[in-house]
């Protein structure tokens, strides 16, 4: 874990804010910025601050705090740590939902923080690396959805085989510069207004 990272501190407690704050120092972490604001508001000083990661201490979260943490992640996709003195199921559930990466019950302690910012950063990049893999799989099905869909149009069209449709398609495309999906779009496209 690289000692240069940005990390935003969110605690409107001066006394923990501290605690955190000098537990970053010791393991070497110096470039930080302290927030005393709640979680209303987080969206824009996250932008604000642009930081590498996110420690929030909230000693107990309320519903509302876990919602905004939800637009929080779904805005600003930054590995988030949330401290909180008391919980229940519902609430981690809530929190591991909204995007928060390490969720700690009762453990503000200044010698955890590095171990726990660890933890946070490689479940956030894992995270990531799925949910890129997931929208790589969805762009590759609507694609092969599209192909399929525009060779039907073709095969009927111009009365060929499966696979000669698809050959017409991916010489069209070669020649064009453009990739079959793009190809299969125009046909789709046409089609439809063609109709």
């Given at each position: ?5 940005k ?17 970053l ?16 508001g987080?969206v824009?000083?996250?932008?604000a601050h ?6 929030i201490?909230l ?15 779904r805005?600003?996709r ?13 609430s ?14 009762d ?7 590095k ?8 479940r956030?990049?894992?995270f ?5 893999e997931?929208?790589e ?5 609507e694609e ?5 869909r ?6 009927r069209l111009k ?5 000669e449709a698809?050959?017409?398609m991916?010489?069209t ?8 999906a793009?190809i299969a779009?125009?046909?789709i496209?046409a089609?439809?207004?063609?109709k």
């Open positions: 874990m690289k000692p240069d990272l990390i935003l501190i969110v605690d409107a407690n001066p006394v923990r804010a501290a605690i955190i704050d000098e537990g120092r010791e393991a070497g972490f110096t470039d930080l910025v302290r927030i005393g604001a709640s979680t209303t987080l824009a000083a996250i932008e642009d930081p590498d990661v996110v420690v201490d000693e107990d979260p309320s519903r509302d705090a876990l919602a905004d943490m939800f637009l929080v992640s805005h600003v930054r590995p988030i740590t949330m401290f909180v003195d008391q919980s229940d199921t519902a981690i559930e809530a929190a591991v939902e909204a995007g928060v990466s390490a969720y700690i019950v453990g503000l302690k200044k010698e955890r923080l171990p726990i910012l660890q933890t946070c950063i490689s956030f990049n894992a990531r690396k799925l949910r890129e997931l929208d799989a969805r762009s590759q099905l092969r959805k599209a192909i399929d525009a060779k039907g149009i073709v095969m009365g060929l085989s499966e696979d698809y050959a017409l991916r010489r495309a070669m020649n064009e510069k453009r990739k079959l793009d779009r125009s046909i496209t089609a439809e207004v063609l």
